[in-house]
């Protein structure tokens, strides 16, 4: 039985890839600092324009890099626009 449900989604497009590394840079900053990703969210979206400006129009190099260095750049920057931390 194929249990694959066709969603109409192309997983393949970059813009499917952009938002998956999206979600994956808020859930790895959420965990880094003990918060929830819904606080995460805010910082990287609300507080500040990380999200918009960096993470999705840089996807291309900062996917290339290691997770460690993603989220540590992520912080710096956070820590860079003044959120609290």
Do not use: W
């Not at 449900?5 to 499917?16: K, L, R, Y």
């Not at 805010?42 to 190099?61: E, F, G, K, S």
């Not at 993603?70 to 710096?76: A, C, G, H, Q």
Request: charged share 20%; hydrophobic share 45%.
């Amino acid at each position: 039985m194929n249990r694959y449900i066709d969603t109409g989604v192309d997983t393949n497009a970059q813009e499917f890839k952009a938002l998956e590394f999206a979600v994956f840079c808020i859930e790895n900053v959420a965990k880094e600092l003990v918060v929830d990703g819904t606080a995460a969210y805010d910082m990287l979206a609300v507080q500040t324009d990380i999200l918009q400006n960096y993470i999705i129009p840089c996807y291309d190099v900062l996917h290339t890099q290691g997770k460690e260095y993603i989220v540590n750049d992520l912080i710096d920057m956070l820590k860079a626009k003044g959120v609290s931390l």
